[in-house]
């Protein structure tokens, strides 16, 4: 399985101990979330130490921070949809830019 063949609530659960793995400290800073009916906006800042393999990177030890923009809709108390944008490239540069 990979982190994009991953479904609830199994493979959320795989993606965090894969997560784990590679950003063991691994947190998120929450600047904003409001929820609005059952629409819960997100903004927030990732933060973890480089301590596994990821896309062919081997661990840097490097701390990295990234910024994340996450919606989710519930109803009837469950979480229905989940989408979101981060900033991969801001990542990799982190982990790839002497």
Same mark, same amino acid.
Do not use: C, N
């Given at each position: 399985? &990979?982190?994009?063949?991953?479904?609830?609530?199994?493979?959320? *659960?795989?993606?965090?101990?894969?997560?784990?793995?590679?950003?063991?400290?691994? *947190?998120?800073?929450?600047?904003?979330?409001?929820?609005?009916g059952e629409m819960v906006p997100l903004n927030c800042t990732f933060h973890g130490t480089h301590s596994g393999e990821l896309n062919g990177v081997p661990a840097t030890?490097?701390?990295?921070?990234? &910024?994340?923009?996450?919606?989710?809709?519930?109803?009837?108390?469950?979480?229905?949809?989940?989408?979101?944008?981060?900033?991969?490239?801001?990542?990799? *540069?982190?982990?790839?830019?002497?």
């Open positions: 399985m &990979s982190p994009r063949e991953a479904t609830a609530p199994e493979g959320w *659960r795989w993606v965090m101990k894969w997560l784990l793995g590679v950003f063991p400290d691994m *947190r998120w800073e929450i600047h904003h979330l409001v929820a609005d030890g490097r701390e990295v921070a990234i &910024s994340y923009a996450r919606f989710m809709r519930f109803e009837d108390g469950l979480l229905r949809e989940f989408w979101g944008v981060r900033d991969d490239a801001a990542l990799m *540069r982190q982990l790839t830019e002497e």
